[in-house]
């Protein structure tokens, strides 16, 4: 019989190795016992699974509380057995039911799967950790398992065994702090959660899974199991289209604002394949950015507080339909991109902080693992199981999602230990410095397996400081993004463009400063919902303009021909939804845009030149293929300051070029002279093929209509040719050679 202390424990929940005791165990003298804990059972039976499942033994109910034994006569080997249960209700299902027992299963989790995890290079740990539905000795079920080394006990609690925490007690692996268990008839749509006895002897807090693929609902907690996707290989265009010499025009997305029904609803994950991407293809974007969709417990943080890095949150429906949602995105060639956010994670109970009663997932020092700014935790770079689970979320979502690649956030606040922190308030390194040695080592091994193993996938970092590197090849001693975002680009930009036209000319350098440090990195472009936020108002909203004149004119052809000027400028671009039709007031999260703006010929207006500009983008090899490289852009002037004007040329490295002219006045420049390349094969005139003045658009319509503008043998900006064009105001003009 079951001594007396195990006996004690198992009923108290503090049983430290339940598959000690349950199940099928033969005593010193080789007797063959059975052991069930099942609180609500009235009677237990144990069948031989053989055959005709004939009866072997009724259990006696040694404890009130729901442990069941019996000693197997005649039987001495253990064997395939079903237990039956008469339940007193039937809240376990029918009143009378035959079951598998959970503690007739041995493990199932490798030796290799837990040294790999443990040493930090298992590639794909979602595999081992996390609930799995799967077959075992012909018995469905889910087989569950997560990473808690200095738990006392933990077990999976679920609506299949009352969310109680004593009825499926897991098996600690030692080797690598990983308990599992595979608990029969357990199956896919189950919620769970797993119920921890702490490292110093306390109940702990409920705590989701952190690597579940599925979740409740908010303000429901609990994971769902779902099925591990099959993986799915990038398709060879897509992967074409996310190279750096291919035109990349993001279209950043916060879903749950973009549309919503009529009540307020959001729209499903099917609703918004049916019509996302279908606009985004129509406006010319290349891809759409979603911020994170990962799972998150509060709306307002946009899902930049993130507790299930392995799970598309249920706020547009199951994951499966967010699968059907990235394939509509393929079908209109468009790349889809995931913020993602490796940077830090929320404080909540039922997370992962303290997940185990330590300090497991985030640094125990607050120095090193709590920010300020955010009130949230920082992840333990260093740690194996920690870079484990994050390296292996990147991959997970390019692998078995099949979405493009991941734009990593506040990728800064990840370099510097000393980020937004006074002195006194961080921890250097071990040679003393401010740089994060384990976030650094962590960024480039995410590339690095993302690289080798999702080949034409691409990677973006948001870092604001000027860190070295950032998209450079970590064999050149880099991080290995395929792309950085340019913050200085906006601030300067966005900055001169909220001066009066009549004082740019003293800030004439912000606009052109960019291109001193513009193929240091492989950069993007960013006017993204960070600059439209926060009192920021929204970027139409900061352009210049007479507030007497109702139809706000010098407004909105200061942001066209700044769009203009951003899709002239080298680098990849990325806009913010709204923004594209010149959206006036600040984003709401929790309302749609407003479409109705676009009944509105101004905002239209604004629209139609977006759909051109990227248009005209793909469509000019000059204005993408050398977006990182010097070779692809030579100014014509960028010294006139009196007039705020701005002329360069952009080229292909084939021979073909774009020129590129701003006037950031609202004064009109008739025959105005221009210094142009000689083009290979000769060039006798050029041809305005974009003018963001155009009356298409909303403007004034000053230009050249598209007509042939001769080259002149007159010598202007240090070239032998020019020629002479009407420069609009408050504008920038396109032009192509005629050969």
């Keep these: 019989m079951l001594a007396a202390a195990d006996l004690t424990d198992l009923i108290s929940g503090r049983h430290a190795d339940p598959f000690s005791v349950l199940g099928m165990h033969n005593d010193s003298s080789g007797a063959l016992w059975m052991r069930a804990f099942l609180p609500g059972a009235t009677e237990v039976a144990v069948h031989d699974n053989v055959g005709d499942g004939k009866l072997v033994a009724s259990l006696a109910l040694r404890h009130a509380d729901g442990v069941w034994e019996g000693k197997l006569a005649r039987r001495k080997n253990r064997f395939d057995y079903r237990l039956q249960i008469k339940w007193a209700d039937s809240s376990e299902g029918p009143n009378v039911g035959r079951y598998a027992d959970a503690y007739a299963f041995g493990t199932l989790i490798s030796d290799d799967d837990l040294h790999f995890f443990g040493e930090g290079s298992h590639l794909r740990p979602f595999t081992m950790l996390g609930a799995h539905p799967m077959r075992v000795n012909q018995v469905d079920g889910v087989r569950f398992s997560v990473w808690a080394p200095n738990a006392k006990r933990v077990s999976v609690v679920a609506d299949f065994n009352g969310w109680d925490g004593r009825r499926h007690a897991m098996r600690l692996r030692h080797g690598g702090g990983v308990w599992e268990i595979f608990v029969p008839h357990a199956g896919v749509g189950d919620h769970y959660k797993f119920e921890l006895v702490g490292a110093h002897g306390q109940l702990l807090p409920l705590k989701a899974d952190p690597y579940a693929r599925a979740s409740q609902m908010r303000p429901e907690t609990a994971s769902m199991v779902a099925p591990l996707l099959p993986a799915v290989p990038l398709p060879a265009d897509r992967a074409a289209k996310n190279e750096r010499h291919a035109p990349v025009s993001i279209y950043e997305v916060h879903l749950g604002s973009w549309r919503r029904h009529p009540d307020g609803r959001w729209h499903s994950w099917d609703e918004l394949a049916a019509a996302l991407p279908a606009y985004a293809a129509d406006m010319g974007f290349t891809h759409i950015e979603l911020l994170p969709i990962t799972e998150h417990p509060f709306d307002g943080s946009w899902g930049y507080q993130t507790l299930g890095l392995y799970s598309p949150t249920a706020r547009f429906g199951p994951p499966e339909a967010f699968a059907r949602f990235v394939a509509a995105c393929r079908a209109h060639g468009l790349g889809v991109i995931l913020d993602w956010v490796p940077a830090h994670f929320p404080t909540d109970a039922f997370g992962m902080a303290q997940f185990d009663g330590t300090a497991l997932y985030e640094y125990a020092d607050p120095r090193e693992g709590y920010h300020h700014d955010w009130s949230t935790l920082i992840y333990n770079f260093g740690r194996h199981e920690v870079r484990n689970f994050l390296v292996g979320s990147a991959l997970y979502w390019i692998e078995r999602q099949g979405i493009d690649g991941l734009r990593v956030d506040a990728v800064a606040s990840m370099l510097y230990r000393d980020y937004s922190r006074k002195d006194g308030e961080w921890i250097p390194n071990v040679n003393g410095g401010r740089e994060n040695l384990e976030a650094i080592s962590l960024l480039r091994r995410m590339n690095e397996v993302v690289g080798v193993e999702c080949p034409g996938a691409t990677t973006l970092a948001e870092e604001s400081t000027a860190f070295a590197g950032v998209s450079a090849p970590t064999y050149h001693g880099g991080l290995g993004f395929h792309y950085k975002w340019n913050m200085g680009w906006m601030h300067d930009t966005l900055k001169y463009m909220q001066e009066d036209p009549v004082n740019r000319k003293w800030h004439h350098d912000s606009m052109s400063f960019g291109l001193v440090y513009a193929f240091s990195e492989n950069f993007v472009l960013p006017l993204s919902h960070d600059e439209v936020v926060h009192g920021k108002g929204s970027i139409l909203g900061r352009m210049p303009g007479d507030p007497s004149d109702p139809q706000q004119w010098q407004r909105f052809a200061n942001l066209r021909a700044y769009y203009g000027f951003m899709w002239g400028h080298p680098g990849k671009k990325l806009l913010f939804m709204g923004q594209e039709w010149g959206q006036p007031g600040e984003w709401a999260h929790d309302s749609e845009l407003p479409w109705g703006q676009l009944t509105d010929s101004r905002h239209e207006g604004v629209q139609r030149l977006v759909r051109d500009l990227n248009k005209l983008y793909a469509a000019e090899p000059a204005l993408h293929r050398l977006d990182c490289e010097g070779s692809g852009f030579e100014w014509i002037d960028a ?101």
Excluded at 641 to 654: A, F, L, P
Excluded at 724 to 729: F, G, I, Q, S, V
């Design 639 to 739: 010294h006139d300051v009196e007039r705020s004007t701005y002329s360069w040329i952009r080229r292909d490295g084939h021979g073909q070029c774009v020129i590129v002219i701003s006037n950031f006045t609202p004064v009109p420049r008739p025959d105005f002279q221009l210094g142009v390349p000689e083009v290979p094969g000769g060039c006798t005139a050029w041809r305005e093929v974009l003018n963001t003045d155009s009356s298409h658009y909303g403007g004034s319509n000053v230009g050249n209509g598209g007509a042939a503008i001769r080259v002149q043998a007159q010598a202007s900006h240090g070239r032998a040719q020019s020629i002479r064009l009407n420069l609009p105001p408050l504008a920038t003009v396109f032009l192509v050679p005629v050969v």
